[in-house]
């Protein structure tokens, strides 16, 4: 009721002014920061609790913990309260998870500083433009690929930081994101990326409903319009998550059998060109601009195909994008898992010292960058 009251409510009187020709006006509040999130933990601990799941927590201070743990509050991951209770009470002290803390946060400082708030530089260059249908297509389409270089770096390296911080107190919440934009299917996209509003998803709303034993394509549907709507209070938002709805049951119907006939190649084509286009149709929240969007995309207006001051600012940006590219792959796992084994058969204090120096190297890097600039936008505190 508190979500719907906060986020939606503005939403409803909108649609009902403009199907019925109505002047209702809508108290204007602020939506509170991060209530999609500490909601969806509430709801999960109450369901939890219902089903026998897991025992009610007795005391008010540490629910109360759980529901407000600062570290995640306002960005996510969504914790549930099963994967937290032990550690509410029995949190230990470990140097290692300390320093492990500090590393994972230090890495997503940088990605939100190092790459998204670029990225979102270049993004309002473009698709803020006033004069949006005068863009080439080339322009249109670099525009929509650094808004989804911003959004993930922005919110994995917001998880990235909870998980650090998290993992400093004594806190192991689960992995967000896995890389999605190596997947080949957007089913796998979506076993990638966020990962804990994709789970509640399914084991809170799809399964309970039938999963996909009974009317499983109305289940996918009703689900993927959840989740557009998780996002944002906008028809955009919930034609995004449809739009994803569809694609799943389209690959559904094709089975995964023929598709894994397909080289991988070419299914990592089709993902990153869906996801693109999906992120197009996340970011207009104006359906006006959201059609000249698609219209310079596929090259059906009057636009030229190309223009060059991107090319000037693509090569003003190119060391940066080829950093941007290679750490959308698990390169950064790859090296790690390498190169601890490599330091632990020399010495075992080698991969103490090493990980400090890291962590300082991407720390001044980072606070380097927000000193020198003030543009630092926070996508998902809006939801």
Same mark, same amino acid.
């Given at each position: 009721?508190?979500?719907f009251?906060?986020?939606?409510?503005?939403?409803?009187?909108?649609?009902?002014n403009?199907?019925?020709?109505t002047?209702?006006?809508?108290?204007?509040?602020?939506?509170?920061?991060?209530?999609?999130?500490?909601?969806?933990?509430?709801?999960?601990y109450?369901?939890?609790?219902?089903?026998?799941?897991?025992?009610?927590?007795r005391?008010?201070?540490?629910?109360?913990?759980?529901?407000?743990?600062?570290?995640?509050?306002?960005?996510?991951?969504?914790?549930r309260?099963?994967?937290?209770?032990?550690?509410?009470?029995?949190?230990?002290?470990?140097?290692?998870?300390?320093?492990?803390?500090?590393?994972?946060?230090?890495?997503?400082?940088?990605?939100?500083?190092?790459?998204?708030?670029?990225?979102?530089?270049?993004?309002?260059?473009?698709?803020?433009?006033?004069?949006l249908?005068s863009?080439?297509?080339g322009?249109?389409?670099f525009?929509?690929?650094?808004?989804?270089?911003?959004i993930y770096?922005?919110?994995?390296?917001?998880?990235?930081m909870?998980?650090?911080?998290?993992?400093?107190?004594?806190?192991?919440?689960?992995?967000?994101?896995n890389?999605?934009?190596?997947a080949?299917?957007?089913?796998?996209?979506?076993?990638?990326?966020?990962?804990?509003?994709?789970t509640?998803?399914?084991?809170?709303?799809?399964?309970?409903?039938?999963g996909?034993k009974?009317?499983?394509?109305l289940?996918?549907?009703v689900?993927?319009?959840?989740?557009?709507?998780?996002?944002?209070?906008?028809?955009?938002?919930?034609?995004?998550?449809l739009?994803?709805?569809?694609?799943?049951?389209?690959?559904?119907?094709?089975t995964?059998?023929?598709?894994?006939?397909?080289?991988? &190649?070419? !299914?990592? #084509?089709y993902l990153? %060109?869906? *996801?693109?286009?999906?992120?197009?149709? /996340?970011?207009?929240t104006?359906?006006?601009?959201?059609?000249?969007?698609?219209?310079?995309?596929?090259?059906?207006?009057?636009?030229?195909?190309?223009?060059?001051?991107?090319?000037l600012?693509?090569?003003?940006?190119?060391y940066?994008?080829?950093?941007?590219?290679?750490l959308?792959?698990?390169?950064?796992?790859?090296?790690v898992?390498?190169?601890?084994?490599?330091?632990?058969?020399?010495?075992?204090?080698?991969?103490?010292?090493?990980?400090?120096?890291?962590?300082? &190297?991407? !720390?001044? #890097?980072?606070?380097? %960058?927000m *000193?020198?600039?003030?543009?630092n936008? /926070?996508?998902?505190?809006?939801?």
């Open positions: 009721g508190i979500l009251f906060f986020k939606y409510s503005g939403f409803i009187y909108d649609n009902v403009a199907i019925f020709g002047s209702f006006q809508f108290p204007k509040y602020s939506l509170p920061i991060g209530i999609s999130f500490y909601t969806f933990q509430t709801i999960s109450v369901i939890d609790v219902y089903r026998g799941e897991v025992k009610a927590q005391s008010w201070m540490k629910f109360m913990m759980f529901v407000s743990l600062y570290h995640q509050l306002v960005a996510g991951p969504i914790v309260y099963s994967h937290i209770m032990n550690e509410i009470d029995t949190r230990k002290f470990r140097i290692r998870d300390i320093s492990g803390g500090i590393t994972r946060f230090c890495v997503g400082l940088f990605k939100k500083v190092a790459i998204a708030n670029i990225a979102a530089e270049l993004v309002v260059k473009y698709l803020d433009n006033p004069e249908s863009l080439s297509t322009e249109m389409w525009g929509v690929i650094m808004f989804s270089i911003q770096f922005d919110f994995s390296g917001y998880s990235d909870a998980i650090g911080l998290g993992r400093m107190f004594g806190f192991h919440y689960h992995e967000n994101f890389y999605p934009y190596i080949k299917s957007a089913t796998d996209f979506w076993r990638r990326w966020h990962i804990s509003l994709g509640f998803f399914r084991d809170y709303v799809y399964i309970p409903m039938g996909n009974k009317n499983g394509y289940n996918l549907f689900v993927w319009g959840l989740t557009g709507l998780w996002h944002g209070a906008n028809w955009n938002f919930i034609f995004w998550g739009f994803f709805g569809i694609l799943i049951m389209l690959e559904r119907l094709i995964f059998k023929r598709i894994n006939k397909v080289p991988g &190649f070419f !299914l990592r #084509i990153l %060109l869906a *996801v693109v286009l999906g992120w197009a149709l /996340f970011y207009f104006d359906s006006s601009r959201l059609l000249t969007c698609f219209k310079s995309l596929f090259h059906v207006t009057d636009v030229p195909w190309w223009d060059y001051s991107l090319t600012t693509i090569k003003e940006n190119i940066w994008m080829i950093l941007a590219f290679v959308c792959m698990p390169v950064y796992q790859f090296l898992v390498r190169y601890r084994k490599v330091l632990l058969e020399r010495n075992s204090n080698s991969l103490y010292w090493t990980g400090i120096a890291f962590s300082i &190297f991407l !720390l001044v #890097i980072s606070t380097a %960058l *000193v020198g600039k003030s543009y936008p /926070f996508i998902y505190y809006r939801f």
